[in-house]
Every structure is written in structure tokens, then in C-alpha cells.
């Protein structure tokens, strides 16, 4: 499909995807990158998705960097554009390049708390939490806040995708060590992303034509 006219082609990607979404668009795509924070808020996420379709004039394509994203994919429709989307449950399994190993690593690990350099660009980590409740409330109010929030989960692994500064990885133990758990390394791929902006959307990939809604279902 590399012969579209991908100047009618939009990426609309969470800003923790901002990167490597750098890294694989060769071809110079429009791109909207959204604030994480809205992932902390489903339905806040999904309107500003649906309001992105809406707006997205002069576009005959919609290229999105999130998988559903606790529902925040799903429903979204439009009458003008095609919606691509991988089929995967959220950003985790596009860093690691596909659904398969996402699964994979689940299965061998299910309590596992992933970083990566956008994710802590973002400041969307249990450490920022952690200074966030400490303004709001009192130390051991925040704590016990995160205690609760994160205490199922025994491992932090940290996904390499694209190139950075060592000071990522010693933030990622850091969170590691404040949580009490292990730490571990993995390499990611961008394996997904190149497929996404080429057009080689296969069965890996939601192909949502104008007309028709985005179902949770179609990400089983």
C-alpha cells in the first residue's frame, strides 16, 4: 500500500509513543500527538479522540499509536475517514512490536509495571504519583496511596526502543527500588509502528472504514 497519498494520512499517538513515532515516520506524515494524562481518564480520552476524528479535515486516513486503552478506542467512528488501529490492548504490546509477545510476557509475568522513555517523559510512573499525593495530601497519606495502587505488581521492566541517555535506566531502578520489586530490561521494537505508517495493515490491524464504529470487541 506504500503507493496512497499519505499527505491525506493523519497519526494521532499518545505523547509516551512521541519518539518512536519520530523514529518510523520517514515519509514526513501530519501527526497530533495527546497528553497521556487523559489515559487516567477514559472517557476524557475517548471524546478527545472522537473530537481529533471530527476536526481532522482534508484527511482521508487516520493512523492512531494506541491499542484500546481501556475503552478509549472504542466507538470511535467517522463518515470521512478510514480508522487504522493496531489490535492490541494498549501502548505496552506496540512497544514490545507486537500483541504475541506482550502476551507472551504476561503469561510468564502478569505483575509487571512497564517503562520506557515516553512513559517516563510523560512523568507517568509511581514515583510522579508519588510526588503528586505528597503535594496533596501529607507523605504517609501518599504512601499508603501508592501501596494500594501498586501493590500487586512485583516486577518493573524497562522496554528499549529508541536510543537514550542512561539516566532513564537509573530511573527506571529507582522506581524499581521505591516499589520494592525487581527490575528487569527488555528490547522493544518498532516493528508495529513501521507497519502502521507504511499501510501494511494486516490482521494485526483494525481497519475501520467511514461509516462504521470501532467496536471493543474487534481488539479480541
Same mark, same amino acid.
Given at each position: 500500500?506504500?503507493?496512497? =497519498?499519505?499527505?491525506?494520512? *493523519?497519526?494521532?499517538?499518545?505523547? !509516551?509513543?512521541? =519518539?518512536? #513515532?519520530? &523514529? ?27 473530537? !481529533? ?8 486516513? #487516520?493512523?492512531?499509536?494506541?491499542? *484500546?486503552? @481501556? ?10 475517514? !478510514? ?11 506496540? *512497544? ?10 504476561? &503469561?510468564?509475568?502478569? &505483575? !509487571? %509495571? %512497564? ?11 509511581? *514515583? =510522579? ?7 496533596? %495530601?501529607?507523605?504517609? $497519606? ?7 495502587? %501498586? ?9 528499549? $526502543? ?6 532513564? #535506566? ?5 522506581? &524499581? =527500588? ?10 522493544? @521494537? ?31
Amino acid at each position: 500500500m506504500d503507493n496512497q =497519498d499519505k499527505s491525506k494520512w *493523519l497519526i494521532v499517538a499518545c505523547k !509516551t509513543l512521541e =519518539d518512536e #513515532i519520530k &523514529a518510523v515516520n520517514k515519509d514526513n506524515i501530519d501527526t497530533l500527538m495527546v497528553e497521556y494524562a487523559l489515559h487516567r481518564v477514559p472517557d476524557a480520552l475517548r471524546e478527545k479522540l472522537k473530537n !481529533t476524528v471530527k476536526e481532522a479535515k482534508g484527511y482521508n486516513t #487516520i493512523l492512531f499509536g494506541y491499542g *484500546l486503552c @481501556s475503552n478509549g478506542a472504542a466507538n470511535l467512528g467517522s463518515h470521512e475517514h !478510514t480508522l487504522v488501529i493496531p489490535k492490541v490492548h494498549d501502548c505496552i504490546s506496540i *512497544l514490545l512490536g507486537s500483541r504475541s509477545i506482550y502476551d507472551k510476557e504476561f &503469561a510468564d509475568f502478569p &505483575a !509487571t %509495571y %512497564y517503562l520506557s522513555k515516553g512513559w517516563i517523559d510523560q512523568k507517568a510512573g509511581p *514515583l =510522579d504519583s508519588y510526588k503528586e499525593y505528597i503535594e496533596k %495530601y501529607d507523605e504517609s $497519606t501518599a504512601k499508603w496511596i501508592i501501596d494500594m495502587e %501498586y501493590a500487586n505488581y512485583k516486577r518493573v521492566v524497562y522496554v528499549h $526502543t529508541v536510543e537514550a541517555p542512561a539516566r532513564y #535506566i537509573d530511573y527506571a531502578k529507582e522506581v &524499581a =527500588d521505591f516499589l520494592g520489586v525487581a527490575f528487569e530490561e527488555r528490547d522493544g @521494537s518498532l516493528r508495529l509502528l513501521e507497519k502502521l505508517v507504511s499501510g501494511n495493515w494486516d490482521k494485526e490491524f483494525i481497519v475501520n472504514p467511514p461509516g462504521q464504529i470501532v467496536m471493543a470487541r474487534s481488539f479480541l
